[in-house]
């Protein structure tokens, strides 16, 4: 248990933690903002929450038992919405990571407001489990919330 408490009170767990909480008030904000300013501020969290993402220690799943889910359906959806009406037709844009792009005829059109809300409800998650203050689940949010990131949205 002492190892568990090591990682998530790391330096960097813990500014990992706080950056999260921090981008989802942002992103939960997004329906007061106008366009310029969340663009802008946009760019300066996103950076920094892939920096501090990628400082958290490494941590492996130690809990038997699914983690708690915080972000509805209805939550991930009002999400996507609200950053999909404030980019309007700057929403989209063409995957170019995928390699089966090489062989494509058609182009994948992707949507940041769905790429942000995927990211917003791994953080809400985790930042939601992390505030129940148990160390175990703790310690697990952070390391699923760590291979998220590998997985999925830290390209």
């Known amino acids: 248990m002492e190892h568990t408490s ?3 009170f790391d330096k960097n767990s813990i500014e990992f933690v706080t ?3 921090e981008y989802c008030a942002f992103i939960e904000r997004t329906r007061d903002l106008d366009t310029a300013i969340f663009v802008d501020t946009a760019l300066k969290i996103l950076p920094l ?6 400082l958290v220690p490494e941590c492996e799943l130690i809990g038997e ?3 708690e889910i915080f972000v509805t359906e209805e939550d991930y959806e009002r ?3 609200s950053v999909a009406h404030i980019l309007g037709p700057k929403d ?3 995957e170019v990571f995928l390699p089966d792009m090489a062989y494509s005829d058609t182009p ?21 489990v992390f505030q129940l203050g148990f160390d175990e689940t703790m310690h ?6 760590r291979d998220n990131f590998a997985l999925y949205w830290g390209q």
């Open 6 to 8: 090591q990682v998530i």
């Open 19 to 21: 950056v999260a909480a």
């Open 49 to 54: 929450l892939y920096l501090k993402a990628s």
């Open 65 to 67: 038992g699914d983690l």
């Open 79 to 81: 999400v996507r919405m």
């Open 92 to 94: 989209d844009y063409l």
């Open 108 to 128: 994948l059109k992707k949507c940041i407001s769905e790429d942000l809300a995927d990211i917003y409800q791994d953080v809400k998650n985790f930042v939601s």
């Open 140 to 145: 697990d949010s952070l390391a699923l919330c």
